[in-house]
């Protein structure tokens, strides 16, 4: 590589919207740094996995990747871990995987320029610099540069050392002579930080569409979810800062925004101007009056925090799509209270019978959790029932994983796996079941889609509709709708998950 070429990243991203939205602006930050993205991990210089830890399958997904390392270390790649994991862990990564060389939380991000360098300079050799070569102790400087040691190699080559669980893969290894030096660096800002995430060099890879994280973090603390001690506590962004980014993004020809944030319910505006401040509906209000933009959406929202005033915004602001995500979790109060999920059953009803009193038809998704530690026969009953109650147009279930740090983990996980797999294939036997019957009503009505790109092979055009269902649609020889435009479309036929139909002309 010439001396003067550009320094190279590959990145990938796994878990939620906001993962893959920090990655966009990960991008954009190293980007300005003079770094230069590739496709593949063997074109780049520094490989980094952006990793989530919602359950235990995702976290496994990432050390699988690292198990691959050893042989890209020879060839000089420096390893970082991102994101939920990184935090997490923390240092124990360095245990699993030894050649990596950064772990960063979501919460020091904004750290991520001082550390590369930190990172570079350690790398060429030049460690004068003024990092510390320690673990950051409460109040210390925001990130450590360990220098050293090559430890903690796993004297066995068993490779399914690196897959093995939660815990330090070779916890008593014996440590080895420093075969060569390694340079590690943390940035784990714990639930103390109050800075957002904030760039102006956002990367997005959409050109039509694009998210604005609203607030990060979550204190809900649900009794089995890893999310509190992952991302921080909760902190948002002024109004001013989103509504800027919202009128940039419209300038720069966007039309969709989605509001990002664990619970957007629970923004609070820090706007300086007291008159000036914000409620969430507010916000989500101002953001759908920016000129230029045509849709907005918003993910995810906490039952017990959402407003009737987010259904009047819907009702008054058109922009505003006709779609709102509420995940459940269970349909039993009985487990919703051991969830910690600070809602009963009949609360959540109640939220659904707001919406489905609006003007417009909004369309309603969840996520629930199978095989919560005491989830009985009745209670799971309970949660089919409500499926059929709601009419979801969407469900998002997974079986109950327990995660470290959480209370949830201290309970008995009594059901075993191919229970919880028995009920995921009830529940999802019965939504699709649901979503035939549903997705068939839309036969025969006119549709606005959003044009998201061709699929060649069957000569349709992708699109999606205000409610967010995929709708494929057909066209008349010389139509040609560009991608991100708006086009009205008539509903012909339904799938469980989808829908198709012909370009009005
Ligand atoms: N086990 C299973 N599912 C979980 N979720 C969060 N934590 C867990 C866990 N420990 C699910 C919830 C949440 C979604 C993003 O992931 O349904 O709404
Ligand atoms: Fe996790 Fe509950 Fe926060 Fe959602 S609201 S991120 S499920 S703790």
Redesign the pocket.
């Known amino acids: 590589m010439p001396a003067d070429s550009p320094k190279t990243f590959y990145l990938e991203t796994f878990g939620c919207q906001m993962n893959f939205h920090d990655s966009e602006k990960v991008v954009g930050t190293l980007l300005h740094e003079g770094y230069r993205q590739v496709d593949t991990v063997e074109q780049a210089d520094l490989v980094l996995y952006n990793t989530c830890s919602i359950r235990d399958k995702a976290e496994q997904k990432v050390f699988n990747r690292l198990s691959d390392y050893k042989k890209y270390k020879k060839q000089g790649k420096t390893f970082g871990v991102l994101g939920c994991v990184a935090q997490q862990e923390g240092e124990k990564i360095f245990e699993r995987a030894p050649y990596v060389s950064l772990v960063c939380g979501s919460a020091s991000y904004n750290k991520l320029p001082q550390m590369l360098k930190q990172l570079e300079a350690a790398e060429s050799g030049n460690t004068a610099s003024s990092a510390p070569i320690s673990t950051p102790a409460a109040g210390a400087p925001p990130f450590a540069v360990f220098e050293g040691w090559e430890s903690m190699l796993p004297t066995s080559g068993d490779p399914n050392l690196w897959n093995s669980g939660g815990k330090p893969a070779v916890k008593s290894a014996s440590r080895r002579p420093a075969a060569e030096s390694l340079i590690r660096i943390t940035g784990l800002d714990d639930r103390e930080t109050d800075a957002c995430f904030e760039t102006e060099f956002t990367a997005r890879t959409n050109p039509h569409r694009g998210y604005i994280t609203i607030i990060e973090g ?5 009794s ?5 001690y992952t ?1 921080g506590k909760e902190r948002s962004r002024t109004s001013q800062s989103v509504l800027a980014e919202a009128r940039q993004m419209a300038e720069l020809g966007y039309t969709e925004i989605q509001l990002l944030g ?2 957007v319910n629970s923004y609070k505006d820090s706007e300086g101007n007291l008159a000036n401040r914000k409620t969430f509906a507010e916000l989500l209000a101002a953001v759908g009056e920016v000129p230029g933009i045509r849709r907005v959406r918003f993910m ?1 929202s ?1 039952p017990r925090d959402f407003g009737r005033d987010i259904v009047e915004a819907i009702d008054a602001v058109p922009t505003l799509c006709d779609h709102v995500h509420l ?1 459940v ?1 269970s349909g039993s109060t009985r487990m919703l209270d051991a969830m910690q ?1 600070l809602y009963t059953r009949d609360q959540y009803l109640e939220r659904i019978a707001w919406m489905k009193s609006a003007k417009r038809e909004i369309s309603i998704t969840t996520d629930v959790i199978v095989g919560f530690p005491g989830e009985t026969e009745s209670d799971f009953a309970q949660t089919l029932d409500l499926l059929e109650e709601v009419v979801y147009d969407a469900v998002f279930a997974f079986k109950y994983s327990p995660r470290p740090n959480t209370p949830s983990l201290k309970l008995e996980d009594a059901i075993p796996d191919e229970e919880k797999a028995r009920r995921l294939d009830i529940l999802m036997a019965k939504q699709r079941e649901i979503q035939i019957t549903r997705y068939k009503k839309y036969i025969g009505t006119k549709c606005e889609v959003m044009v998201e790109g061709k699929n060649e092979a069957r000569c349709q055009y992708i699109g999606r509709t205000t409610h967010n269902k995929t709708l494929n649609f057909t066209v008349t020889p010389t139509a040609n709708p560009k991608s991100g435009s708006y086009v009205p479309v008539v509903v012909t036929g339904s799938f469980p998950n989808s829908l198709l139909g012909e370009l009005v002309v």
């Open positions: 979550c204190d809900k603390f649900c089995y979810c890893v999310v509190p991302r664990q619970n995810t906490h995940p979790q999920r």
